[in-house]
């Protein structure tokens, strides 16, 4: 059995009294704040956000918060990765991108026209602020642009069912905070830092993608994402499809010759998304043998010597790589070249 510890603590990230438990298997604690959401932590993590500034611990109190709401688990935090999560794509560096934070929050709790979402005032990390007083001068400069609505009325603003404490008011957003926040959503298309690996599946490849594809991609300062479901082998489902729109460039790598990595190549390149071709020397070349299990029946056999690509690709350029070094090299450079 799991044995795990219950006990109150207060939050590393924002300093609210949270629930916190010990789970004595994986020695990392599960918090639940809530101003910051749910979090697993472990004793170096904590130990080491101890020792960032002040002034990074409520953003990443923000980013938790947001990982919360959008439904996505947050990553183990430990001494490592703290600098991994303070340079994310999703943290706001402006002002004014803390700003489309608070719309989005707004946006996220509203589900009819009109509909009163509260704000705590104490729960900060809605908008990746610094201080209830921050939130609250983020709220007036919403307001002052007509984006969203002060609920004036007693009667709508009683909070008595409702158990945290703090400050708390009612707002609505109003017809233009709802337009301003698709031209938000919008420019997050444009500026998306999401790369579409299309590849095959295998476990040789799986290798190369978890230690030289992803990192080149990383190390180019863009967000890799992979559909790693072998299920789906040559199927194109509904999930790929609405990634690659969400992507800003692909990159498919060739070897094995999958059907869905041409598909998802393809499906790109007709979108006009940038589009970088990658090939393990052996199977352009045509002179491997190798093994493969078959999809139908389970059973290894032969994939034939493959001696040319299929369809009219051998026009573009490709990257044609000799090992997983070479590889890492020639996709950063490429990726750094051709990507803005
Ligand atoms: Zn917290």
């Excluded at 600098?83 to 943290?91: E, F, K, N, Q, V």
């Excluded at 983020?138 to 984006?147: G, K, P, S």
């Excluded at 060739?254 to 869905?260: C, D, E, I, K, V």
Aim: aromatic share 10%; with cysteine.
């Amino acid at each position: 059995m799991i044995k795990i510890k219950e006990y109150k603590e207060d939050c590393v990230f924002c300093g609210r009294q949270a629930n916190s438990k010990y789970n004595f298997e994986t020695e990392s604690h599960i918090i639940n704040c809530e101003n910051c959401g749910d979090y697993k932590i472990n004793m170096e993590g904590t130990s080491s956000v101890q020792t960032i500034p002040v002034d990074q611990k409520h953003i990443i109190a923000g980013y938790l918060r947001e990982l919360n709401e959008l439904g996505l688990e947050a990553p183990l935090i430990t001494s490592e990765n703290i600098d991994i999560i303070l340079s994310s794509s999703m943290i706001p560096k402006t002002v004014l991108e803390k700003l489309d934070k608070l719309l989005l929050y707004f946006e996220r709790n509203t589900t009819y026209i009109y509909q009163w979402v509260s704000i705590n005032y104490e729960h900060t990390a809605i908008a990746y602020a610094k201080s209830s007083e921050e939130l609250k001068n983020m709220i007036e400069a919403i307001e002052n642009n007509d984006y969203i609505f002060k609920c004036n009325e007693p009667r709508v603003r009683g909070f008595e069912n409702e158990e945290s404490n703090g400050e708390k008011e009612k707002y609505r957003l109003t017809l233009e905070g709802l337009s301003e926040i698709n031209e938000i959503k919008d420019e997050q298309v444009i500026d998306t830092k999401q790369c579409f690996v299309a590849m095959w599946f295998g476990d040789q490849m799986m290798e190369v993608y978890n230690n030289h594809i992803s990192k080149a991609i990383r190390d180019s300062g863009f967000e890799p994402l992979i559909i790693s479901a072998k299920e789906h082998n040559n199927d194109i489902c509904d999930e790929i499809i609405a990634e690659i729109r969400k992507s800003k460039f692909l990159v498919a790598d060739l070897t094995g010759f999958r059907g869905g990595v041409y598909y998802e190549a393809g499906f790109a390149y007709g979108l006009g998304l940038p589009v970088i071709y990658t090939c393990k020397k052996g199977w352009f070349t045509g002179d491997v043998e190798v093994r493969a299990k078959r999809a139908d029946t389970g059973k290894d056999v032969i994939i034939e010597s493959p001696n040319n690509l299929h369809f009219d690709i051998e026009h573009f350029n490709f990257i044609i790589w000799e090992d997983e070094e070479d590889l890492y090299k020639r996709l950063k450079n490429r990726i750094e070249a051709t990507i803005r």
